[in-house]
């Protein structure tokens, strides 16, 4: 993934944070605001587990690993909170969000509802561009699993925000953007180890269903694919680290921003 920077510089086809909404389009471009850019890449570090749920994200400390100002810290954590992965709480700060077992039951049958209007849009309707993106995908989450954890994380979820783009329904990106970083968060709080993973396996058969245009089946395979996802749950302890040191490469990627 890369962050560039500067005026009217574009994001990366990989970037699956870019504009919030999951993977661009193939050949499309935008400029990053100095804020955006600090609010992706604290997104990218709650979507890779790297900073743990509860976690103190104070102002001066993020400014510091950036290299930015408190008010541009400031600013990203409250978008952050409008997309549920940060809670402000008065005179106390910015902390991940740390949502309850229950919650998370909650977003992930919020997120099969969403995720099987995915499928239901996408069966048999898939451009052979688009296949060939899917089947690449799916192979480098093959080449990964089980030797690279961090990466597996955000192959996996971006496999979800992927197929979410290619419905062309920005409201529908939109919100399954959200209740994937939500479900991030849930796992980093409750997951097994490597149950994040997500069932590589599995991402090949729904993209076989769509492909053939089997939307029952493909909707069929998708819910269970996060049933089994949010079955993978279980109550263990992470070691907290310092801010500085979680966020030292994701600042590295947003080098050269004036404060």
């Known amino acids: 993934m890369s962050i560039r920077v500067k005026k009217g510089a574009s994001r990366s086809v990989n970037d699956p944070t870019a504009k919030g909404k999951g993977p661009p389009a193939a050949g499309e471009s935008g400029t990053i605001s100095r804020t955006e850019a600090v609010q992706d890449a604290l997104r990218q570090a709650i979507i890779e587990q790297r900073l743990q749920p509860g976690a103190k994200l104070p102002e001066d400390a993020i400014g510091d690993a950036f290299g930015t100002s408190r008010t541009i810290a400031r600013e990203a954590l409250g978008r952050l909170a409008v997309e549920g992965l940060v809670e402000l709480k008065p005179n106390r700060g910015a902390f ?22 995915v499928t239901e849009c996408l069966s048999g309707k898939l451009k052979p561009d688009e296949i060939a993106v899917l089947r690449e995908h799916v192979a480098r989450e093959h080449e990964v699993s089980g030797h690279n954890e961090v990466e597996s994380i955000r192959l996996a979820g971006e496999f979800h925000l992927l197929l979410a783009r290619l419905t062309g329904n920005h409201v529908l990106v939109r919100y399954v953007t959200e209740v994937v970083s939500r479900c991030s968060l849930i796992l980093a709080m409750y997951g097994r180890p490597h149950s994040s993973d997500c069932g590589v396996s599995e991402h090949g058969e729904i993209v076989d269903a769509l492909i053939a245009g089997k939307g029952a089946r493909a909707v069929e ?39």
């Open 96 to 117: 991940v969000a740390n949502p309850t077992l229950d919650e998370g039951r909650d977003v992930f049958v919020v997120r099969r509802g969403l995720e099987r209007i």
């Open 221 to 259: 395979l998708m819910d269970h694919h996060l049933e089994a996802v949010a079955s993978r749950a279980l109550l263990q302890q992470k070691t907290e680290r310092d801010i500085r040191d979680v966020l030292a490469p994701y600042a590295a990627r947003i080098k050269g921003l004036d404060a």
